[in-house]
């Protein structure tokens, strides 16, 4: 029976491989294969694409695709890539992903709130010196994009005794968080944070949206985190809020071009903590259960699934 | 009027007359003084000693003292240094210090869990490596000690999702907790521990406890955090640990002798990371109330309130 699903990814040949077995393996009653392995005149067969990072042209090979499933929870390469791509594209939303997120981000907000760059410092330097300590009750945590993700971590914080606002495009109401919206509600929160992370999705909108401006409103000695995307932040401002001493320390998980290059400044800021993407790795088990759900739920019902919102990115 | 409550510290003269503004604050119907400034004809007026590491010399110039409070939770070397003394003496059990140290424990534990000292080495040598992935419900935490500090802390990691395993000299039922005692407790604790946590009390039992065969013990790569006292453990055995790559860290917060000595090796073990005494700094406004309270029931009742076992040595 040809394939009715294709893997369309640009993922090294095993990293591909062992996603092919896993999904298989969750949707025993399909036939998947990966894209170069469908002959040319089966191709049409496929009405549905599982994507990880996919060449557009491999996917205009698929005539008869309904929808695509991506599984990252980040598309906006993909919105960007595809463009004018009519079918809906739906991107992950894992449950465990949020969860795990929420525990890196509780994690690295330990990090900086409990002076852990500064006290290695010092170690390097056999300095001995207790710094002022600030309890997490004291310490207000600023969130940056209320989605799954960051409605999570916020929660997570919240239940930490962190004192936490958040922002998202749109209005959320979260019990115990106070959140805003909008470019004054955005100026609001970061006055009033002593650390913000970014769990922002990268939109037209967002792109570049912490610049000299946003970084000169956060209390001096604020630390700042970003899991999200690195356009979100303009790095020239952020390195110079540093090296003014007006931002304490900044930890950073993404890149412009990942892995980072080995001449870029930021390995040797010293207010700069390098991670290499580590925050929320995908979760091959569960990811491929929730696709299988999304792919079930479309035989049955022969409804398509509503995709990301194109004009908004996401 | 003659004082009748005298502090006794070997502390700076800025920090003691710190401890006196907010222990009269705290107390402003009792008369209370520095032993040094109380004239040598009142000193037998005094009746209660608020002391904070004191010269057992100071103490035996009051021979009305019935009892005394220290402002310290760690009281073995008031144990060792005042020996026959027989008052009884009081020590600072403050629930804001638990909450306090329970979250240092929890940040110094993510601190190990998420392989922070490990991304920290990587950056110095600009190398984007992911390092596998364990989530706090995958990580087993062993909490040696059960007291006030010890349980807060358990509950604290056990809330945020760790697997908690805890073991203490007399038995303890904690809910959520798996609780262990006595020599074959303590060793099986050690090997289904990915990351201990030290929080006994220092005392003939403890001096030493951890040694060549208590690390042996401990799986393969496991971490190490100590939050108690320096003498519970072996330092060479540990540095052995570390050395032999059976440990993967260790987070010391305490030492022989504080602040640590410049030449001491412990400073420039990549794998060891020395912090200046800062898991539970005692909160001064806290502290002084529970004092006071302790001072007013023994006015209204004139009992002498129960101490500390000098035979147990906390």
Redesign the interface.
């Known amino acids: 029976m040809p394939a009715s699903i294709a893997l369309v990814t640009r993922l090294q040949p095993q990293a591909e491989q062992t996603w092919l077995a896993i999904l298989r393996a969750a949707m025993p009653n399909e036939t998947i294969a990966v894209i170069d392995e469908i002959e040319e005149g089966d191709l049409r067969h496929v009405d549905i694409a599982i994507v990880a990072n996919p060449d557009p042209a491999d996917l205009r090979r698929l005539p008869g695709v309904r929808w695509i499933h991506s599984l990252w929870a980040g598309v906006e390469r993909l919105v960007m890539e595809l463009g004018a791509f009519s079918c809906p594209i739906v991107r992950l939303v894992d449950p465990k992903l949020s969860e795990?997120m929420a525990?890196?981000v509780?994690?690295?907000t330990?990090?900086i709130?409990?002076d852990?760059?500064a006290?290695?410092a010092?170690?390097r330097q056999?300095q001995?010196?207790?710094?002022p300590?600030r309890?997490?009750g004291d310490t207000r945590v600023g969130i940056l994009g209320l989605g799954a993700l960051g409605t999570a971590a916020a929660e997570r914080l919240a239940?930490?005794?962190f004192r936490v606002n958040g922002w998202s495009r749109r209005e959320k109401s979260i019990p115990g968080i106070e959140t805003r919206t909008g470019a004054a509600g955005l100026k609001q929160l970061l006055r009033q944070s002593d650390i913000v992370v970014c769990l922002l999705p990268l939109t037209a909108d967002t792109a570049g949206l912490l610049g000299r401006e946003e970084f000169a409103l956060l209390p001096a000695g604020a630390g700042f985190a970003n899991f999200a995307r690195a356009q979100i932040v303009e790095t020239s401002e952020l390195i110079r809020a540093l090296d003014e001493g007006r931002l304490k320390h900044a930890v950073l998980d993404v890149f412009e071009t990942?892995?980072?290059g080995?001449d870029d400044p930021r390995?040797?800021h010293p207010d700069i903590?390098?991670?290499?993407?580590?925050s929320a790795?995908t979760n091959p088990s569960t990811a491929a259960l929730i696709v299988a759900t999304a792919v079930h739920d479309y035989r049955v019902s022969a409804v398509v699934p509503a995709g990301i919102d194109f004009s908004r990115g996401y």
């Open positions: 795990t525990e890196a509780l994690a690295w330990y990090y709130s409990r852990m760059p006290y290695a010092q170690q056999r001995w010196r207790q710094l300590y309890a997490a239940m930490a005794g990942e892995p980072l080995s390995w040797i903590t390098v991670l290499p993407h580590i790795p």
